[in-house]
Nanobody, 120 residues
Framework: QVQLVESGGGLVQPGGSLRLSCAASGSIFRPLTMAWYRQAPGKERELVATSSSGDTTNYADSVKGRFAISRDNARNTVYLQMNSLKPEDTAVYYC??????????????WGQGTQVTVSS
């Protein structure tokens, strides 16, 4: 079994910064794609950023130039650095990872979510 645990959410003023972390633990052979999604109240969950096992990154247009995804494969951890935050970035942020387990099978996992609130 694999677990994803997010941390780093909170309340921040517009223009501020936050750094989210998501650590994978359990029977891991190696992580493949790792990503961040978010879901605002009354809206569908949307993709924010992805990081492939080859370190290719992609971003939603709404966060390009403000957010940066990175990963530490030795620690099975993915980060999301969020700068110049706007009220519309308020959402629950979820970590998502496709991980090859010790059984050499690839499965998709989700974290429990961490709340990010941007407000003055």
């Amino acid at each position: 079994q694999v677990q994803l645990v997010e941390s780093g959410g909170g309340l921040v003023q517009p223009g501020g910064s936050l750094r989210l972390s998501c650590a994978a633990s359990g029977s891991i052979f190696r992580p493949l794609t790792m990503a961040w999604y978010r879901q605002a109240p009354g809206k569908e969950r949307e993709l924010v950023a992805t990081s492939s096992s080859g370190d290719t990154t992609n971003y939603a247009d709404s966060v390009k130039g403000r957010f940066a995804i990175s990963r530490d494969n030795a620690r099975n951890t993915v980060y999301l650095q969020m700068n110049s935050l706007k009220p519309e970035d308020t959402a629950v942020y979820y970590c998502n990872a496709r991980i090859v387990g010790s059984d050499l099978k690839s499965k998709l996992y989700w974290g429990q979510g961490t709340q990010v609130t941007v407000s003055s």
